[in-house]
């Protein structure tokens, strides 16, 4: 092979591995959420939907009536203290495999399946209608919604309050995403009863708004998938610290082989 060959091959070597040290160097362009939105354009969004209680779910529920003795036998440690009315404690019900739980005075009640709304009106509407109280009201609520994030974001598992939050917020509070984040491809699995569906969401298009797994339901598992190679951290820092200098030398002696006696 004679020496202008050589020149060409080590010519095309040094570009490559300058190339490949550029890439390597360069921060990710594609880790931003939402590319596709766009300013003062409205966009189709899915309305969060109301959670349905599922088996295991555990719910407290209080009730109340002006008449505050009338309320006591269904709220567990509410009673009279020297006379005086305490205020009703919630209680706590576990929904059993058959989808029931079993509430004070009115029995075995089935609410898999029903909203928290659902709930607190037929409770409401038994207690009435079998003459207990004629204004009673009911307030139920889900406490045990926890949502598990997996993978390139914080790990952990995440208590909900107020039972509503959507994906974004989700990785928000568990740390957002790193540069090794694949957000065009995050899995979301959801059980529902013996079922479990996975459910892939791309954080990086409009499109998540319309997802049935933009608004996570209790027990949801979020896995947030690695996007190509990742470096240990001995070796990510020592990319980093030396990368400006091999670029340099890099460069220097491109530049010398290009311009070299030809």
């Given at each position: 092979?004679?020496?202008?060959?050589i020149?060409?091959?080590s010519?095309?070597?040094?570009?490559?591995?300058?190339l490949?040290?550029?890439?390597?160097?360069?921060?990710?362009?594609?880790i931003?959420y939402?590319?596709d939105l766009?300013?003062?354009?409205p966009?189709?969004?899915?309305?969060?939907?109301?959670?349905?209680?599922k088996?295991?779910?555990?719910?407290?529920?209080?009730?109340?009536?002006?008449?505050?003795?009338l309320a006591t036998?269904?709220?567990?440690?509410?009673?009279?203290t020297d006379?005086?009315?305490?205020?009703?404690?919630?209680?706590?019900?576990?929904?059993?495999?058959?989808?029931?739980?079993?509430?004070?005075?009115l029995?075995?009640?089935?609410?898999e399946?029903?909203?928290?709304?659902?709930?607190?009106?037929?409770?409401a509407?038994?207690?009435?209608s079998?003459?207990?109280?004629k204004?009673?009201?009911v307030?139920?609520?889900?406490?045990?919604?926890t949502?598990?994030?997996?993978?390139e974001?914080?790990?952990?598992?995440?208590s909900?309050e107020?039972q509503?939050?959507?994906?974004l917020?989700?990785?928000?509070?568990?740390?957002g995403?790193t540069?090794?984040?694949?957000?065009p491809?995050?899995?979301?699995?959801r059980?529902?009863?013996?079922?479990?569906?996975?459910y892939?969401?791309?954080?990086?298009?409009?499109?998540l708004?319309?997802?049935p797994?933009?608004?996570?339901?209790q027990?949801?598992?979020?896995?947030?998938?690695?996007?190509?190679?990742?470096?240990?951290?001995?070796?990510?820092?020592?990319l980093k610290?030396?990368?400006?200098t091999i670029?340099?030398?890099?460069?220097?002696?491109?530049?010398?082989?290009?311009?070299?006696?030809?």
């Open positions: 092979m004679d020496v202008k060959k020149r060409q091959i010519r095309l070597g040094v570009l490559a591995a300058l490949a040290l550029l890439q390597a160097c360069a921060t990710p362009a594609d931003s939402l590319r766009e300013y003062n354009v966009y189709e969004a899915i309305s969060a939907p109301e959670l349905k209680l088996v295991d779910d555990r719910i407290s529920i209080q009730v109340f009536s002006v008449n505050a003795e036998p269904f709220n567990t440690g509410a009673g009279l006379g005086v009315q305490t205020s009703p404690l919630s209680s706590t019900y576990g929904v059993d495999a058959r989808g029931n739980i079993e509430f004070p005075v029995g075995t009640l089935h609410v399946g029903l909203t928290l709304n659902e709930v607190q009106k037929m409770i509407g038994a207690i009435r079998r003459g207990y109280i204004d009673p009201v307030k139920a609520e889900l406490t045990n919604f949502v598990t994030v997996l993978g974001t914080g790990q952990s598992v995440l909900v107020g509503r939050i959507n994906i917020e989700l990785l928000a509070r568990s740390g995403a540069q090794y984040s694949k957000l491809d995050v899995m979301v699995v059980t529902n009863g013996d079922e479990r569906t996975a892939s969401i791309d954080l990086q298009s409009k499109d708004y319309l997802s797994v933009f608004y996570l339901e027990n949801d598992l979020v896995y947030v998938k690695p996007r190509g190679l990742r470096l240990s951290t001995d070796g990510d820092l020592f610290i030396l990368s400006p670029a340099a030398v890099s460069a220097i002696a491109y530049m010398l082989l290009w311009t070299g006696v030809r």
